[in-house]
């Protein structure tokens, strides 16, 4: 039976550890690709990857030509649910 590594953050870790500070500040509701590939430590080019391999659906939207991510979604998606695709 494989291990489930997963984090499972809840709601409240997750709007705490955004509620002030240098992350809040830092890493929006809405970000960036540059500020959301800033928050996971992974490369801009990792993350077009995982969008186009349907592995951040729910996380992310194409406004004009820029990709916006929802932060806690995002968290939720990667820390909770795992990214694999659906």
């Known amino acids: ?3 489930d590594d997963s984090l499972h953050l809840t709601k409240a870790e997750i709007t705490q550890m955004f ?3 240098i992350y809040a500040d830092r890493f929006p509701p809405i970000m960036s ?3 959301a590939a800033d928050m996971l430590r992974v490369s801009k080019d990792t993350l077009r990857d995982w969008r186009s391999r349907g592995l951040l659906s729910g996380c992310c939207r194409k406004v ?3 990709l916006r991510f929802t932060r806690d979604r995002l968290i ?3 820390f909770n649910d795992g990214l694999h695709s659906q």
Request: charged fraction near 45%; aromatic fraction near 0%.
């Open 76 to 78: 939720k998606k990667v």
């Open 19 to 21: 509620s002030e500070g």
């Open 1 to 3: 039976m494989p291990k």
């Open 33 to 35: 690709l540059d500020e």
């Open 64 to 66: 004009g030509k820029h």
